[in-house]
Nanobody, 122 residues
Framework: QVQLVESGGGLVQAGGSLRLSCAAS????????MGWYRQAPGKQRELVATITSVGSTNYADSVKGRFTISRDNAKNTVYLQMNSLKPEDTAVYYC????????????????WGQGTQVTVSS
């Protein structure tokens, strides 16, 4: 069974920084795509950033230039460095891992973390 455990959320003032981490544990051969999504109260979950196993990244327009996603494949861990935070960044941030294979001969599955709260005060 694969689990994703997030850490690093909290309360920060506008303009501040936070770093989120998400570690995948269990029998893992490879993970194609890891990423972060967020959901604010009353809104749908939205993509923040993703990164492939070879380091290709994708960002939501709202976070470009402020957030940086990175990944340590040896540790099956993805990070999100968030700088210049704004009150509108307040949300629960969820880690996602797509196409997680336990061996190269089996189909991969997708997993979600439990979420970590990020609150940015004005």
């Amino acid at each position: 069974q694969v689990q994703l455990v997030e850490s690093g959320g909290g309360l920060v003032q506008a303009g501040g920084s936070l770093r989120l981490s998400c570690a995948a544990s269990g029998r893992i051969f490879s993970i194609y795509l890891m990423g972060w999504y967020r959901q604010a109260p009353g809104k749908q979950r939205e993509l923040v950033a993703t990164i492939t196993s070879v380091g290709s990244t994708n960002y939501a327009d709202s976070v470009k230039g402020r957030f940086t996603i990175s990944r340590d494949n040896a540790k099956n861990t993805v990070y999100l460095q968030m700088n210049s935070l704004k009150p509108e960044d307040t949300a629960v941030y969820y880690c996602n891992a797509k196409n997680v294979q336990v061996n190269p001969f089996r189909v991969g599955y997708d997993y979600w973390g439990q979420g970590t709260q990020v609150t940015v005060s004005s």
